[in-house]
């Protein structure tokens, strides 16, 4: 995730484009008057309030990988596959006993079923991630048992580590409202109800024992 030092109305409205946000979508989510939104994509050039800056800051962070891989790719178009394998994101597979623990993610108008996930930054590790951004969204401490491999996401095009985790402590809850609809943990043999199976990574399919 590239750090911004000061937002635009065009860096604005290239994140709202991101969100895949109307206008009225997009100024609720700030927290601003929809004729400021109006007001960047005729002026783009304007820099907004401070406490409007805090607030493109605080929507950009908690943007879910899709959309950070949008924003980049409006803000500055890949001119080679590099440059789209730039973002890389920890999924941690997290068991309890015979269930996984899963977040519904909000991407745009839609609701999707998913693992959860997050960012992993220049420098940072992916075992570590892993763990914190599941005991943020979900409140569910756990520990990395094994990673199961890395690819190219077919959907998201982000390069994405598949790690396994096992539960320590914590019952499931949703503590990032504004990206998931819900958190929950699912019996494994009704995984493939929740998420296709052709969207879920082979090795994950075998290290829970799911028939593709």
Known sequence: MEVIDTWTGELACHLQAAHRMNREEFADR??????????????PGIVPRPEIQAALDTVYEKAPPPVLLRFTRLVRPPVDASAVQALRVAIAIVVRQAEVLLVQRRDGGA???????GVVKPGADSEV???Q????????????RQPLGSRLHPTTGVQADYLLCDHLMGEASNLDQAENAEVAWVPITSLTRFISPDRIYRPV??????AA
């Open 30 to 43: 700030l927290g601003v008057h929809p004729q400021t939104v109006a007001g960047w994509h005729s002026r």
């Open 111 to 117: 609701l999707h079923w998913q693992f959860p996930a």
């Open 129 to 131: 991630v892993a763990v």
């Open 133 to 144: 951004e599941t005991r943020a969204e979900t409140g569910v401490h756990c520990t990395v």
């Open 205 to 210: 399919l075998d290290a829970l024992g799911v």
